[in-house]
């Protein structure tokens, strides 16, 4: 019986040491640095290795005798790694990396020994490289989408708003880049390509996830210095805090750039900007045919870009006068017309009553 105890509390044991040895992830982004956890019994003249377990064992960085010894660390890690010095004697064996590369990847093996024992431990090492920033831009009649140097693989995805039922088998094109490091890339074929349909393309990884979104619309205006005219960039209605915004005229001339709220328009804008909405539209006065072109916001945060193009076209005052006038001219007959033709009809009713 006592035995039969023995042999479960053993098992237990096992068990426990099993689990609290298992193997630690560690997650690390591309070139920044990264520490990799490791304690051990403190002690006298510690002796520390640090081992990447790959194909064959690479030798990482080793300790002892009070001081580093990298004459048989690997070309790799040269000269990339540290450990914490000051923490050596209180058990930190923790190993510090930097400029954290795709080929750190793998399983890390944590060799420590003192007068009180020998330790190792394990720590799976994982490179993630966030997506970083979305391009969307157009080219006639083609969306081209594209990320760089993202890990690993992500994968890109399109939309439209509103919903379509146009089929996005869109071919993507992925690289991989020298350093390990995924370039993709997928362009939209628009066989109608409609103002006022937002298009979005999401490309996704692991650690994160971004949006780029591109609108085209057409705007009419008036010109003539009482008139306002109001430049959308979003729909919906956010205030702009987080977000940075670009103004563009004919896509290169900036007409203004606001970040953190901190806001500058261009000189040759000045007189024709007359104030921006918590949204970021633009709300422009005293335009000519001059300011006739396409003006392209760009909106981005933290996850999203947004880049709405409008093309505005300018009437003349005189054209519009032209226009009232057609206008009330024909509406002006049609009265005619329509009162004639009511005379008409009370004369003949009159006419009939009569008889
Ligand atoms: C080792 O020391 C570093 C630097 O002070 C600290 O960030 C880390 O948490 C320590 N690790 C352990 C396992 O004590
Ligand atoms: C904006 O629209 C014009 C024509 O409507 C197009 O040629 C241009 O590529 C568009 N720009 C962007 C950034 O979508
Ligand atoms: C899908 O699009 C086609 C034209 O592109 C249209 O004829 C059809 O009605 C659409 N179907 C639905 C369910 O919207
Ligand atoms: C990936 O993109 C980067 C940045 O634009 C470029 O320098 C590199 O040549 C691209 N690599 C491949 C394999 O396309
Ligand atoms: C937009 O939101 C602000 C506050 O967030 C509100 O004061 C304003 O009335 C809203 N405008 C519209 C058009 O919904
Ligand atoms: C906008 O302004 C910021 C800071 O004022 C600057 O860093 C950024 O390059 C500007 N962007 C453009 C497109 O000019
Ligand atoms: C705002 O922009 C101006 C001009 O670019 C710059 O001098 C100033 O430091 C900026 N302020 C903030 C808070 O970013």
Known sequence: MISLSLCLLLFFVLCLKTVVRGDTDVSCVFMESCMLPCSFQGGANPVIHWFLLNRKELHVHSYYHNQDQLSLQDQHFKPRTSLFKDQISRGNASLQLTGVKVQDQGRYRCFTSTVTGDKESFINLKVDAPVNKVDIHQVENSITCSSEGIYPEPELTWSTNPPSNMTFNTPTRVQQTEQQLYNISSSLILSDPGTDVVYSCTISTRRNKRRAALKNSELFSVSGSSRETSVLCISSN????????????????????????????????????????????????????????????????????????????????????????????????????????????????EDKNQL
């Open 238 to 349: 956010i205030s702009l805090t987080d977000f940075s915004l670009v103004w563009r005229f004919n896509h290169h001339q900036i007409i203004l750039n606001q970040t953190n709220g901190n806001r500058t328009v261009s000189e040759e804008w000045r007189q024709h900007v007359k104030s921006v909405s918590e949204s970021g539209s633009l709300m422009l006065q005293d335009v000519t045919k001059k300011q006739e072109g396409t003006y392209t916001c760009e909106l981005s945060s933290a996850e999203e870009t947004y880049i709405s193009n409008t093309s505005l076209k300018i009437l003349k005052g005189g054209q519009t006068t032209v226009l009232v006038i057609i206008i009330s001219v024909v509406v002006g007959l049609m009265l005619a017309a329509g009162s004639g033709a009511l005379l008409v009809y009370y004369k003949n009713k």
